[in-house]
DNA sequence: CTGTTAGCGCCTTCAG
DNA sequence: CTGAAGGCGCTAACAG
């Protein structure tokens, strides 16, 4: 355990020394630097302080700051894996909600639930941070209960967790709602659907929207029709096969994540069924990479950007101290289709 | 600017109240939580001590910390975007190698150089962050210069900067020539290279490789072989498009990157290209999306963990005041040739 | 208009 | 074996 004291090399200019070299009291530097409106300082001393300051390249320390406060103005991000493609734009959005508020925001790579546990620890338990924003995935009571045990607050993205703590929802159901009906509007009617880990509240949602497309215009849904698998490429091969197995083989199917429909294409090619002159399908969730694949993949742009500028807003009102619904819908901009290459008329049309 | 001051609703503990409720004073609650070798506290007010810290949940603050040793023992890492599939397994060796050091690590975004700026100064100029991993893409000398010019530290990952800067490397060049010569192999004379953006040091590393197989092999290089376009899927359709608009078609293509690739397949695609049965082709670097694309790619696999986790051994070096080199090369484990069914023999081979 | 004072939570001499 | 005192850099009363 390195328990070292290091200094930094180069010392940072302090209020100390630009008082001393103006002449005055820290706390006029202070009051200057801050543009304190509450107090009026002599238009000379102001000059001379923010010259001082400016040469020195003056910047206040944050950490005299937090303690002072009991407030850091930065908050976490804890995504599952940092690298899935949805996590772009929420992470773009919660930026610039952050910055909205004067806060700064980290990301912190949740991947392996013990690192999230250690690095979590470090940030929140310690003081490093304000709140954490958690991505679905690796939200367990026990860590919330730690965040806010420990006076930080939480929100927590795409998923619903028992009402305790604050949580924002993309509509995966009307999302997922668009896409069975573009496929049912091109007349398919034996539709399938990849669905996602079956104990997840973001699948059943999806799931929710797939169901209810079917159920308004009457269309069966037969009991190998849905199969759940996990959201990444393998999850969407394996799923696909099964679908592939089945004795009434689906002209469509709707899948749940980009990464899936990217395995259930593979699956199809490697049992040379085409897409969409055998079968269509669209995924849920959109990326640059499905303008790429072959065919090009249909997909439902979903507002991402707004969900983590959404939850981001929330979690600065609650280290405000407001009260905030414990679910918030983010509904607007609409889900939106984008139509690309993998839909097309089911194979017995004519 | 919101500049309330707020107050976290529950207090955590302190050094003061736990000392209170011992009996005794802070310095000896500190000593005995710190587990203090160089004095001796009874065992019985050890005992109680640590009893009633366990009781509360004690967790010092590290802002208070921060504050006394100048030091936050927290450094970030800067990616130019979040979500590139590469870059999953450097944070994962950067995260790895900062907790063997005690430090905790934080990602940031900096897709846009703005946003970059913004968050590097709150985090760095603040001294939220005792030293920065600036991943190739977003570095500037004047984002570097001014992170050492206050004090913090910083590593340059996979770029090297007029040696002014510590960076650290892959074998890029290695790398790029194993793919070619995979291709030279089994057939191909006629090989051109999607290199990546021509500014770039790693563009140009990559390319170097290539060079470097195809002069090992006495093949010649076309002026019309090499073309430069962005990393991105869109900067391999450019490119590939390109490439087979030429009059001697290549029958093998090196591409820089692998998104890069996933365009280059789709331009083929596009064109009733074949791949490989035409055109032959592998990505720089490896991702599990590789494995599920149509035909899945060849790729090269990069010790990208080791990356990350020696670049950020030698920032922590940096941080203890020790001196480290300035190029870097992470040599081990070798790159890997990961075959799929994006590279066969050439055409006209019989 | 400006200085004095006190303290955020922690650690580290230096005395007992 | 333990306590007292001082300070990291900053801000907010309260005095002048």
């Known amino acids: 355990v390195a328990k070292e004291r290091k200094q930094g ?21 202070s009051r200057v630097l801050r543009n304190d409106d509450r107090t009026r300082v002599s238009i000379a001393t102001r000059q001379r302080i ?33 690298t899935g493609v949805v996590y772009h734009d929420i992470i773009r959005g919660a930026e610039a909600a952050a910055r909205e508020s004067d806060y700064v925001l980290v990301v912190i790579d949740g991947s392996e639930l013990g690192k999230a546990n250690e690095s979590f620890r470090r940030l929140v338990l310690e003081g490093r941070l304000d709140g954490l924003l958690i991505a679905s995935g690796v939200v367990t009571d026990s860590l919330t209960d730690a965040v806010v045990a420990n006076s930080a607050r939480c929100v927590i993205l795409n998923r619903r967790i028992g009402g305790r703590y604050a949580s924002v929802i993309e509509d995966d159901e009307a999302g997922m709602q668009l896409g069975v009906e573009e496929l049912i509007r091109v007349g398919h009617r034996r539709i399938a659907c990849l669905a996602g880990p079956k104990d997840t509240d973001t699948a059943r949602r999806r799931l929710l929207g797939y169901r209810a497309a079917m159920k308004n215009a ?55 069924i085409r897409v969409p002159q055998d079968v269509s399908m669209f995924a849920f969730h959109d990326a640059p990479v499905a303008e790429f694949l072959h065919p090009s993949l249909s997909t439902i742009a979903m507002p991402l950007f707004e969900l983590g500028h959404k939850a981001t807003s929330l979690l600065v009102s609650l280290l405000n101290g407001d009260s905030v619904p414990t679910l918030t819908r983010v509904t607007s901009p609409r889900p939106r289709l984008v139509s690309r290459d993998s839909i097309g008329p089911p194979p017995d049309a004519n």
Chains 1, 2 share one sequence.
């Open 218 to 272: 009457a269309l069966p849904v037969g009991r190998s029709a849905v199969v759940h698998t996990s959201f990444d490429e393998a999850g969407g091969w394996d799923g696909m096969q099964q679908l592939l197995a089945n004795g009434d083989r689906p002209t469509a199917v709707a899948v749940a994540s980009l990464a899936a429909a990217i395995g259930a294409l593979a699956a199809c090619h490697a049992v040379g």
């Open 9 to 29: 090399v180069t010392q940072r200019a302090t209020l100390g020394v630009i008082a001393e070299r103006a002449g005055v009291d820290r706390s006029t530097v």
């Open 50 to 82: 923010e010259d001082i300051a400016a040469g020195l390249g003056y910047v206040a320390n944050a950490n005299a700051r937090s303690l002072l406060f009991s407030q850091t103005m930065t908050i976490g991000l804890l995504l599952p894996n940092i």
